[in-house]
């Protein structure tokens, strides 16, 4: 917010001759009232983006939750505990080195290279809340990869790949997009690619194309699960042991949302236009919530009806997912596209997530959370959505600075939006299949990926964790070796 300004100067010749004083100490009252001002517009954007950086964090919940619900219960102790350390072990690397390299300016175009270890903080440019905003989302990332590789991992692993996605991967690819000196980020002063930067406003390439690549390579160097596909190559359905908690994480998933979407704004006490009007930014963080919450919905229901008509059932699990496909895909032009035109994101996403589960089985693809599929496929849909139905209004408000850059193919804009977004899909996917590919292939030479089929037979909750995640059994019925005896009903 800009400080009202006051001149004796200006002052004096209303209030008649021997008014200096007079005239200095009614500036000098109102430039404290301004100053008040200011500090107020300081305080409300810092409110906001911290509430904001809450709800993102609540996703990790949401997170638990849903993966809990989508493994067998034999391994849930052993999500629940990687979703904790993906939080914990991201906190520590995004704070000495992450948050540096994502926007550590000023750097080059490629990494960042100032704030390691938040020094230098807060400065004129980030206060702490944005860094545990930026924090929240990082982590976010690394739990979209923890899915992917379920049930079937060591320990071990996922400390060492939550770490370098969070520390080194993710951070690089967030500097390109959204740091003021990224290479192909639309906040640059000049020499914006392809005239425009890519429009991916709260990271569906950023953040859920990372994770899914990601989660991708790790799935496919562990290979399936034992059991996924028979002796003949044909999938056998290995569902989740409670739909509840699937149910549970989509909707705290769902509340978060809000917050990963409508806070990547920052700030909320912004006007567009003339002061006074009841129009400002305000009104794009309103209409980001309504169009992430549409894209859900129609996501959501395509996904009901369209599993009806391929499978004959009703199934809560797959509409679950489908809401959330809807959501990854909007999150790149939430703040930018129509309510009408999310509503067509949502819809296409469903159908994305459909036929990649259906190419995931044909090519005998194990992801118990589908989180490749939905986070890779989807958010790479939502990158193509963005540039074709982002409206020029919005983006010239979202992006100042630029009226004549690009906007979507289908609402006149041309194909250098497009372009530049089709750039984004291919160097994520070639970047992140450099780094956490290589990482996991080497995780899997020095057999520190895949446990043993024995452990993954007994369930990882009996051989690494301790006991299971529900009582069946008094822990003195548990002889030698992984297998619970005794068996009864639980405890009460």
Not at 66 to 93: E, H, P, Q, Y
Not at 135 to 150: E, H, K, L, Q, V
Request: charged letters at 10%; one cysteine or more; aromatic letters at 14%.
């Amino acid at each position: 917010m800009a400080a009202i300004t006051c001149s004796a100067s200006d002052l004096q010749p209303l209030l008649g001759p021997n008014a200096t004083a007079a005239a200095e100490y009614i500036c000098g009252r109102f430039g404290a009232v301004s100053n008040k001002f200011v500090d107020t517009g300081y305080a409300v954007d810092n409110t906001y983006l911290l509430f904001s950086a809450y709800l993102v964090f609540a996703m990790q919940l949401g997170f638990a939750m849903l993966c809990a619900g989508s493994v067998r219960a034999k391994n849930t102790m052993n999500i629940m505990l990687t979703n904790v350390l993906d939080a914990a072990t991201g906190g520590i690397f995004y704070y000495l080195f992450g948050f540096a390299f994502a926007f550590g300016t000023p750097s080059n175009g490629f990494i960042g290279k100032q704030f390691f270890g938040l020094s230098h903080f807060p400065s004129p440019s980030f206060d702490y809340g944005y860094f545990l905003y930026q924090w929240a989302f990082a982590i976010a990332a690394a739990g979209i990869t923890s899915g992917s590789i379920a049930e079937r991992t060591q320990f071990v692993a996922y400390l060492i790949y939550s770490s370098f996605l969070t520390g080194f991967v993710y951070p690089i690819v967030s500097h390109w997009f959204w740091s003021a000196d990224g290479w192909a980020s639309p906040a640059r002063a000049e020499n914006l690619l392809f005239g425009s930067g890519v429009i991916d406003f709260a990271g569906s390439g950023v953040v859920h194309l990372v994770g899914g690549i990601a989660g991708l390579w790790g799935a496919l160097i562990e290979g399936p699960r034992i059991g996924r596909f028979d002796h003949e190559g044909r999938s056998v359905a290995m569902r989740g042991h409670s739909g509840t908690l699937v149910v549970l994480g989509t909707f705290l998933l769902w509340f978060g949302w809000y917050g990963f979407n409508a806070g990547s704004f920052l700030n909320i006490l912004k006007v567009y236009g003339d002061s006074g009007s009841y129009y400002g930014q305000w009104s794009a963080v309103g209409r980001t919530a309504v169009t992430t919450t549409l894209a859900g919905c129609s996501a959501a229901l395509t996904t009901l009806f369209g599993k009806r008509l391929l499978s004959g059932h009703w199934n809560v699990t797959d509409v679950c997912n489908g809401l959330l496909g809807g959501f990854a895909a909007i999150t790149s032009g939430c703040s930018v596209v129509d309510p009408w035109a999310a509503i067509i994101c949502g819809i296409v996403a469903a159908w994305v997530l459909i036929w990649c589960n259906k190419l995931a089985e044909k090519l005998k693809y194990d992801d118990p959370l589908e989180a490749a599929q939905l986070h890779g496929g989807c958010g790479t849909w939502g990158i193509i959505f963005t540039a074709l139905f982002a409206k020029k209004a919005y983006v010239n408000e979202v992006y100042p600075g630029h009226p004549e850059r690009p906007f979507g193919l289908f609402m006149g804009g041309g194909a250098k939006l497009l372009a530049a977004h089709l750039v984004q899909i291919v160097v994520v996917a070639v970047f992140v299949s450099v780094t956490m590919g290589t990482l996991f292939f080497l995780l899997h030479k020095l057999k520190l990926l895949r446990i043993s089929s024995d452990e993954e037979m007994a369930g990882m909750d009996v051989t690494s964790h301790g006991g299971l995640a529900y009582v069946y059994t008094d822990e003195s019925g548990m002889k030698s070796g992984y297998m619970v005896s005794n068996t009864g009903p639980p405890h009460v």
